[in-house]
């Protein structure tokens, strides 16, 4: 699969992000620069195309989580990268909620030997009858994982005014969410405004 095919995936479907950290991922659904918020999940049917987008990046036969606990864990998460990058300590709420989450699923973390040397595996266990509840820790995961590590000095929000979109900086230079819309949309907005100002 080439890099690019999940964001070609989601920006066909509606999502104009995708391939950042599955929390990240989560977060960007919706766009908080509009008024009313633009929610991207706003029934069944877009929760589960955007849990389809995610198939290869949740354990193996996790079913896509319904509408309501998709969104009580967006909220969270959403808070919480959205504070971070914002320098304010997060709501002791939204973390409970995640740590919550995280904790509904056991995991086990086993030694795998692969032609480079070593590698770690995880194994996502369901502690109560309710499988999705693999996906929404893998979202949970993903958000303990970008907080803790280097990465989480690199999560930017997008220089596009009109843009909420949130993502992990791999370039320090990168200063949009995506190169073919908001890179595209402020170059092109900035050259109107050179050559049409009044």
């Known amino acids: 699969m080439v890099a690019s095919s999940r964001l070609d995936r989601a920006q ?3 999502f104009p992000l995708a391939d950042e ?8 659904t919706i766009i908080t620069t509009t008024s009313p918020h633009t929610d991207l999940l706003s029934d ?10 995610q198939r290869d990046r949740v354990p193996d ?3 896509a989580p319904p509408l309501a606990p998709t969104v009580q864990l967006r909220r969270a998460v959403r808070e919480i990268l959205d504070g971070h990058v914002a320098g304010i300590s997060p709501n002791r709420a939204a973390v409970n909620r995640v740590n919550e989450i995280a904790a509904s699923v056991t995991t086990t973390r086993q030694l795998v030997h692969i032609e480079t040397g ?9 502690v109560s009858d309710q499988q999705h509840q693999l ?15 280097p990465s989480q000095t690199r999560l930017r929000r997008c220089q596009n005014p009109t843009c909420s979109m949130l993502f992990v900086a791999t370039d320090a230079r990168r200063k949009f969410c995506t190169q073919n819309i908001c890179a595209n949309r402020t170059r092109a907005a900035r ?3 050179r050559h049409h100002h009044s």
């Open 61 to 63: 036969g996790a079913p």
């Open 21 to 28: 950290p599955l929390a990240v991922d989560l977060a960007d």
């Open 12 to 14: 066909a479907l509606g």
């Open 44 to 53: 069944e049917t877009r929760c589960r195309l955007w849990w389809d987008l």
């Open 135 to 149: 996906a929404l820790a893998a979202v949970a995961d993903s958000l303990i994982d970008l907080l803790v590590s």
């Open 191 to 193: 050259h109107y405004r």
């Open 118 to 126: 070593w590698a770690t595996t995880m194994t996502y266990h369901p």
